[in-house]
């Protein structure tokens, strides 16, 4: 599950540089990773970096970083999120259809903690 936090802090440091211009850093050094060396990859690295984070770190950044997005996105400027197809497609792939990839993962973990 830590891809799905990994990608929604990615999606929020784009938030974070839409918000001051109209052009992100970041999002073009993903997009250049992931075209450079693949899905499998990059996702390994991610993998990797959040290997030693305590489970209660990740519960903790995945409770916050959904509100701090959400909150970004509302003073970035529409015309760089909402009417650019570009930036709408990249929030929507790390938040909503990265959900979706991940429904199963997601069930099994509310069916473990007894929600």
Do not use: C
């Not at 993903?30 to 991610?46: S, T």
């Amino acid at each position: 599950m830590v891809h799905l936090v990994a990608w929604q802090l990615v999606a929020l440091d784009i938030a974070k540089e839409l918000a001051v211009g109209e052009s992100s850093p970041t999002a073009a050094r993903i997009d250049a990773d992931w075209d450079a060396r693949g899905e499998e990859a990059v996702n390994a690295d991610i993998q990797a970096q959040w290997a030693d984070k305590a489970l209660g770190d990740v519960r903790d950044e995945f409770r916050q970083v959904g509100g701090e997005l959400r909150g970004f996105l509302t003073v970035v400027p529409e015309s760089r999120w909402i009417k650019n197809a570009e930036f709408q497609k990249t929030f929507i792939e790390e938040t909503l259809d990265h959900y979706d990839e991940h429904r199963a993962d997601l069930e099994a973990i509310i069916a473990a903690t007894g929600s």
